[in-house]
């Protein structure tokens, strides 16, 4: 067990809704990276949060935002639902910036299903 | 951006024999290479990684290798066993962009008896 946790693990949602996934960092990471995985194919970088403020961010459209809450906690939230969001989303996290300083830790993630 | 390239796609060994996994990245400021195992429904798991300044790593029957010059990199499993069945992902940091990782596409592995 990685003690990362996320949630639901599963859930449908239709086109042009919202979701919020929601993560439990292990405990003393400070930085969460949220992932998206779909089908068949490996994990892409959405963002980075480090200390409550986004400290990176990849090639995703401004519909997926987060929040890192002082507990660690953290969420990703995806407006405007697409059918190409369906995939399993990742939540990962580390001690400090630096992925040199340790290794990342995975979350079982949260599979979206958007009809 | 970074682009991380992995092959093959899918490879079959016996038990018993090695498996190799190869991954080529774009960005020659990437200075961190991890491996991820990823079994069917489970989250990735490291393991093992490899630093710009270590050219080979080797945690018993898994080894690393990392060419700069080339910017390539290779995962190397001996002895394999049906346990190692899994899809293997490879990454590449980029420097200044800590936790950031970009992954290869995956090599399913296929330990036959």
């Known amino acids: 067990e990685t003690g990362v946790t996320q949630s639901p693990t599963h859930l449908i949602k239709t086109r042009g809704q919202q979701v919020t996934l929601r993560c439990s960092s292990q405990?003393?990471?400070?930085?969460v990276s949220w992932y998206q995985q779909a089908l068949g194919q490996g994990p892409q970088f959405i963002f980075q949060?480090?200390?409550?403020?986004?400290?990176g961010r990849g090639n995703f459209p401004p519909r997926f935002s987060g929040l890192q809450f002082p507990n660690y906690s953290s969420e990703l939230n995806v407006n405007a639902l697409e059918l190409d969001d369906s995939a399993l989303y990742l939540c990962a996290s580390s001690l400090g910036l630096a992925v040199n300083t340790g290794e990342l830790f995975f979350g079982e993630g949260s599979r979206l299903t958007v009809l | 951006g970074e682009n991380v390239e992995q092959h093959p796609s899918t490879l079959s060994v016996q038990e018993g024999d090695s498996a190799v996994i190869k991954c080529t990245y774009s960005?020659?400021?990437?200075?961190?290479f991890p491996w991820y195992k990823q079994e069917l429904g489970k989250r990735p798991q490291l393991i093992i990684d490899?630093?710009?300044?270590?050219g080979e790593k080797k945690d018993q029957r898994i080894a690393v290798t990392l060419n700069k010059t080339a910017k390539h990199f290779s995962l190397h499993i001996t002895e394999t066993q049906p346990e190692d069945s899994a899809v293997y992902f490879c990454a590449a940091s980029m420097s200044g962009t800590a936790s950031k990782l970009t992954f290869g596409t995956g090599t399913r592995l296929q330990v036959t008896l």
């Open positions: 960005d020659s400021a990437s200075n961190y």
């Open positions: 405990s003393g990471h400070n930085t």
């Open positions: 490899i630093r710009s300044n270590v």
């Open positions: 949060y480090y200390r409550e403020e986004e400290n």
